[in-house]
């Protein structure tokens, strides 16, 4: 008769979005041919992993067991991906054995990626069941170059293994595996795996289109989306990556919910505390921008609490762009493949950069544009009006003159610095006052917070009335008003700020 040792539950934990859902391990000793079986979902890579569990345990110089091994993923229904596997299958191997005491395992969880020889890799997309692991207070063993993820979750019990033996070993108790100094105890609000990472580029480097950087300034206080029009050589690129260096830097909690989303893609965190900038190329696909595959987070969510810059923004797919109407609202990206479903957050300004017409020159000087007012016209349609409604800002570049790109700095040209200091009290102006930004008012908030003195309805009136705002649109503007004015330290909405707040719709004095 088999004895209860050959039977052993290790705990792990499977990726779904940014959820962790634990998975039991179980193996199973069993009379029989030879034979090495793996249930409960599991993947390419998780099935392939039963050769390097083999394989590793051979070459540490552990007698692999004869007869049938069963592996169990639990649960049954939830699919199993990546190599996170092989160490707890091949503890679990180890304890069915009796090489590793089964008490050992109850209060911990296994991670990470064996090579043949044993040693333990770098193993992706962990940084969500680390969190996830810390909430259950349990003990987490993990391969040593996970190190730099790892420190960056608080208040867990993390150990670092780089081969098998060193697991065996400290499983009986014959070692120790080090612990990971977690950032809270090295000082600083940065992640310490983090820190050093280059100065976003300045503000003062852009010669000219000071309207466009005032249109900056007021999408960086609300957290406005913006779009710029000009033709080539403008400066639209230049302006949208200085805007994260016009953004107070992430908090603590917010760089680790960041790093969980590119873990969660599978890729390695490398911010520093700074907004991320995410900029896709206008082929992107609609799986690309939103996410999609194995339910990955996509360029929308990559970009959570920082930009997404789409430039040349008639040209993508229109799927595409229509598919971003609703994260613009919600602030979320909900995924559903087949019977899974998932969500990811997706909180980003959106920077939108395009050409007046599809050569790039209508408007020029020298009338080097030879485009139709139907071509004109059928490129900017190709940016559907719901779309257009959604973004706060539109703003106007023309071509800088030879005088202005070639003289000296003028005088006074503001550094990102100083610009960032005005954003970030207008920001905790709109935090105490509503506890959120001004972009993200909902319409019973907008009255509330963004109401206008007679004078001011009055121009709003017949800014609506001109240019044929929807009501969203005149909601919008209403919110810039609001913006423009905490900008200015001033409690009430003035006429000047509801007017510059018209002047950022160009796009709709373009369609009138």
Known sequence: MRNSQDVSTVFS?????????????????GAGLPAFAMVGLPEAAVRESKERVRTALVTCGFDFPA?????????????????????????????????????????????????????????PKLLPALIAASRSNREVILPLTNALEAGLVPHAKL???????????????????????????????????????????????????????????????????????GPPGAGKTLLAQRLPGLLPKLTALECLEVASLESAAGRRPSLGGRRPFRSPQHTASVAALIGGGAMQPGELSLAHLGVLFLDELPEFPRNALEALREPLESGVVNLRRLKRSCEFPARFQLVAAMNPCPCGYAGDRRARCHCTAEQVERYRRRISGPLIDRIDIHVELRALPVEHLLGEMPAGTESSAAVAARVASARQVQMRRQGKFNARLGPAEVTTYCGLPPECRILLSTAVARLGLSARACHRVMKLARTCADLGGEPRIRKIDVAEAVQLRALDKLTC
């Not at 990726?15 to 000793?29: A, M, Y």
């Not at 990546?82 to 009796?98: H, K, N, S």
């Not at 120790?176 to 100065?199: D, F, M, V, Y």
């Open 13 to 29: 934990r499977a990726i779904l979005g940014l959820d962790s859902p634990l998975v039991r391990v179980e193996v199973h000793l």
């Open 67 to 123: 007869g049938r091994i069963t592996v169990n993923l639990s649960p049954a229904d939830l699919p199993k991906e990546g190599g996170r596997f092989d160490l707890p299958i091949a503890v679990g191997v180890l304890a069915a054995t009796g090489r590793i005491p089964q008490q050992a395992l109850k209060e911990r969880e296994f991670y990470g990626e064996l090579s043949l020889s044993g040693e333990l890799r770098q193993t």
């Open 159 to 229: 150990k670092l293994a780089g081969h098998l033996r060193e697991v065996q070993r400290a499983l009986n108790g014959r070692a120790a595996l080090p612990c990971i100094a977690q950032c809270s105890e090295l000082g600083g609000t940065e992640p310490a795996g983090l820190a050093g990472a280059e100065s976003p580029p300045d503000l003062a480097e852009v010669r000219g289109q000071f309207a466009a950087k005032r249109a900056l300034e007021i999408a960086a206080a609300g957290e406005h989306g913006l779009i710029m029009i």
